[in-house]
C-alpha cells in the first residue's frame, strides 16, 4: 500500500469557519474524508497542519528547518 503525506497550508483549519459567504461551507475535515473515500484502500494518508507561510528572503538560509516525522 502506498503512503501520502498531505501538508495543510495555513489557515486552511480556518475553511468553512472563516467567511463562508466567499469560502464555501466545506470545512478541511470534510476534504480530509472526501479525500480517504476516494483513496479507499488504493493508499493510506496521512494529514499534517502547517501554520509555516514561508521563509523570508532576507532570513539565513543556514537557519534550521523542520522535517515531517517518518511514519
Do not use: C, V
Amino acid at each position: 500500500m502506498k503512503k501520502i503525506a498531505i501538508l495543510n497550508g495555513p489557515n486552511l483549519d480556518r475553511l468553512g469557519k472563516r467567511e463562508p459567504e466567499i469560502y464555501g461551507s466545506n470545512t478541511l475535515a470534510d476534504m480530509e474524508k472526501a479525500l480517504r473515500q476516494e483513496f479507499g484502500d488504493a493508499a493510506q494518508l496521512e494529514f499534517f497542519q502547517s501554520n509555516h507561510e514561508g521563509r523570508s528572503s532576507t532570513k539565513s538560509p543556514r537557519s534550521p528547518t523542520r522535517k515531517l516525522k517518518a511514519w
